[in-house]
Every structure is written in C-alpha cells, then in structure tokens.
C-alpha cells in the first residue's frame, strides 16, 4: 500500500525528491515516516509528518537538508533532501504509523524501498 520513487544516482552536493504514495486504504495510520538503511549498517529513522495535523519530526543529524512535506490530495509524502553527502547512501523507506506525543510509531505499511546513491 506504500510505493516509493525517486531515488537515484546523483552526484555529492546535488538534490532529490523522494515520493511515498499511499493507497486508499492505511488503515488508521496518521502519520509517514522515512527511514534508510545503508549497506551493512542498522536502519535509521530520518523524519516523519503529521498526516492530520502537517507536524513534522526529523533526526538531528539530517535537519536542515531534509525536508518531509505532504500533498494530501495525493496521498503522497515527499522528502526532499538537499546538498547530497556520499554518507546519505542509502535504501530509502516509507512507514505508515500511529503519531504518539510528537513521533511517529506502530508502524503497520511499509513501502519496498527506493534507492539513493551519492557518489
């Protein structure tokens, strides 16, 4: 029910906008959350929105490049990551949740992944 695109390969300091699309059906999911996973390395959380209310959460270390929006019209959550780093080479995952106190969890949907490589 969640189908990610957009990844690809691009060189360090460029831009790409990632798409999670959600079926019609999420259950009672209200929130997004992305999350990658680099060769060999544990998954990592990157940020996540507020479907109903728009709030946005994002991991420090990723502020300020990442940015997690949402066209509700669409059923789509983008991230839009910016000034691209060899290190954000990665799988790139979408989750649909439960928002508890400002995060996003009890994840029911995952996506299948899109690839992002950064050379």
């Known amino acids: 029910q969640l189908v990610e695109s957009g990844g690809g390969s691009v060189q360090a300091g460029g831009s790409l906008r990632l798409s999670c699309a959600a079926s019609e059906y999420i259950g009672s999911s209200n929130c997004m959350d992305w999350f990658r996973q680099a060769p060999g390395k544990a998954r990592q959380e990157v940020a996540s929105i507020n479907i109903d209310g728009g709030s946005a959460y994002y991991v420090d270390p990723v502020e300020g490049r990442f940015t997690i929006s949402q066209d509700t019209a669409k059923r789509t959550v983008y991230l839009q990551i910016n000034s691209l780093k060899p290190e954000d080479t990665a799988m790139y995952y979408c989750?649909?949740?439960?928002?508890?106190?400002?995060?996003?969890?009890?994840?029911?949907?995952w996506g299948q992944g899109t690839q992002v490589t950064v050379s």
């Open positions: 989750a649909a949740g439960r928002w508890y106190g400002g995060r996003c969890g009890e994840y029911s949907y």
